[in-house]
């Protein structure tokens, strides 16, 4: 009886769908409703060999919305705050051993019941690998040159957020913000 590999199995389709955690950090001392405009850097993180990224395009599209819904107006030319972005993805792999359940007989045949085997006898490794994703925002008071707030989110990737990453970042953004000093339309 495999009773106890499907269970464990089950718990970890419900570890999939676990929401990303959700890390930021700010300045206490920074006035974040002072600050009118925003912009980007001339080169993101997520740019590459000078140029411009996909990623980069979907990032700023979320970010912008983000920020126009917290009162601040894009502004290429002289931004108060310049919002940079970073987006990485490694692979990971969890190796997981349980111990098999087996329907047997006791001592004598006197005992009838559910045990599991000698640890020496019987375990289930199964073995995952899948991919991370990190999202950072950074952002950074242009005149000063300092960074007053700082959002990470981390999770699970799966094959659809891969192929179609536009509406993950979206997401990831949107969780991110939801943690920012000011709340949407307050500004």
Request: charged share 25%; hydrophobic share 35%; aromatic share 12%.
């Amino acid at each position: 009886m495999r009773l106890v590999p499907l269970m464990a199995f089950g718990l970890v389709l419900a570890a999939c769908a676990t929401p990303p955690s959700i890390r930021t950090d700010f300045d206490h001392s920074a006035n974040f409703t002072g600050y009118r405009t925003y912009g980007f850097p001339a080169e993101t993180g997520t740019d590459r060999a000078g140029y411009s990224t996909l990623i980069t395009g979907h990032f700023k599209r979320a970010v912008g919305r983000e920020m126009e819904a917290r009162g601040y107006r894009f502004d290429a030319e002289k931004p108060e705050l310049l919002v940079n972005f970073f987006a990485s993805s490694t692979e990971r792999t969890e190796v997981q051993s349980t111990p098999r359940v087996t329907l047997g007989a006791g001592y004598y045949s006197y005992r009838l019941g559910l045990y599991t085997e000698w640890p020496l006898y019987g375990r289930d490794v199964t073995t995952l690998h899948y991919q991370v994703g990190t999202a950072s925002i950074d952002v950074v008071d242009a005149a000063r040159k300092q960074l007053i707030w700082e959002g990470r989110a981390e999770g699970r990737l799966t094959t659809r957020m891969l192929e179609d990453p536009g509406p993950a970042i979206d997401k990831a953004v949107a969780d991110i913000f939801d943690k920012y000093p000011v709340s949407r339309a307050a500004n």
